[in-house]
C-alpha cells in the first residue's frame, strides 16, 4: 500500500537555525516525491520534486531509496519559511497523489 | 488570474442536504483530481480524472459521492445527504498532464455540515 509518513506534526527552530522535515514512504513501484508548502491564508503549492533536483528557497531534498525516505532540508531557516509542509508521492500511473499529514513549522526570531 | 477556482469558498449544509462544489481547472489541464482534507490531516484523494474520462474514483468514501467533469475542463463533486463526517475541505488540483509535473492547486471549498 502507498504511504507517506511525516513523524513531527510541529517544528520549532529558531532564525538561522538548520531545518530538517522528515518523510518516509512506503510504495513497491519507483516513486516520484514531492514536497509542497502551505503558507498561511495561500494555497498548496510545490516546493520541490525529487527528479528536478533543484534547491527552491534554499530548501533540498534527497531521495535515498534504501531508507525509503524524502527529508527536507535547508540550513538555516527563516522567519518566512514558517508554514505547513506535505511530503506527497505520485504513484506510477501518474493517477494519485499520496500525501503524508503534514508538518507545521514554525521559525522563531 | 489563470489558477485554479474553486466555488464556493464555504458551504454550511444541514445534515442530510446535497451540495455541490465547483472547480474551475487552469485551461489546458487535462488532470483533474479531488482532495478531501480533514482538519489536522493532509489532503486525502478522492478522485482523478483525465479530460472528461473519470479514471480512478477509488477514494470516494461514499456512493453519496460523485464526480464529473463531462466537458473536459470544469469539474463538478457532488454530495449526496451530507453527514456530519463529510465536513472537511476539498481540494481541487490539475496539472497539464499525466504524469510526474506540477498539480496546481485551488484555495478549496470549506464544508461544514451541521
Known amino acids: 500500500a502507498q504511504r507517506v509518513t511525516q513523524p513531527e506534526k510541529l517544528l520549532s527552530v529558531f532564525k538561522g537555525a538548520p531545518v530538517e522535515l522528515k518523510c518516509n514512504y512506503s510504495?513497491?513501484?519507483?516513486?516520484?516525491l514531492f514536497w509542497y508548502v502551505q503558507y498561511s491564508r495561500q494555497r498548496l503549492q510545490l516546493l520541490l520534486r525529487h527528479i528536478s533536483r533543484e534547491s527552491i528557497k534554499g530548501f533540498t531534498a534527497d531521495l535515498n531509496k534504501g531508507e525509503t525516505s524524502f527529508h527536507l532540508k535547508k540550513p538555516f531557516a527563516q522567519e518566512e519559511d514558517s508554514a505547513m509542509y506535505y511530503c506527497a508521492l505520485l504513484d506510477n500511473y501518474g493517477q494519485n497523489f499520496v500525501f503524508g499529514p503534514g508538518t507545521r513549522l514554525s521559525v522563531l526570531p | 488570474g489563470a489558477g485554479v477556482s474553486q466555488s464556493p469558498r464555504y458551504k454550511v449544509a444541514k445534515r442530510g442536504q446535497d451540495v455541490a462544489l465547483r472547480c474551475d481547472p487552469i485551461?489546458?489541464?487535462?488532470?483533474l483530481f479531488w482532495y478531501q482534507q480533514a482538519l489536522g490531516q493532509g489532503p486525502e484523494f478522492l478522485t482523478y480524472?483525465?479530460?472528461?474520462?473519470?479514471?480512478?474514483k477509488s477514494g470516494l468514501p461514499s456512493d453519496r459521492f460523485f464526480a464529473e467533469r463531462p466537458e473536459g475542463s470544469v469539474s463538478t463533486l457532488k454530495i449526496q445527504r451530507t453527514q456530519q463526517e463529510d465536513s472537511a475541505v476539498y481540494l481541487c488540483a490539475s496539472s497539464v498532464e499525466r504524469g510526474n509535473t506540477e498539480a496546481f492547486f485551488g484555495q478549496g471549498t470549506r464544508l461544514t455540515v451541521v
Open positions: 480524472f483525465q479530460n472528461e474520462a473519470q479514471l480512478d
Open positions: 485551461s489546458g489541464h487535462v488532470s
Open positions: 510504495y513497491s513501484g519507483s516513486p516520484e
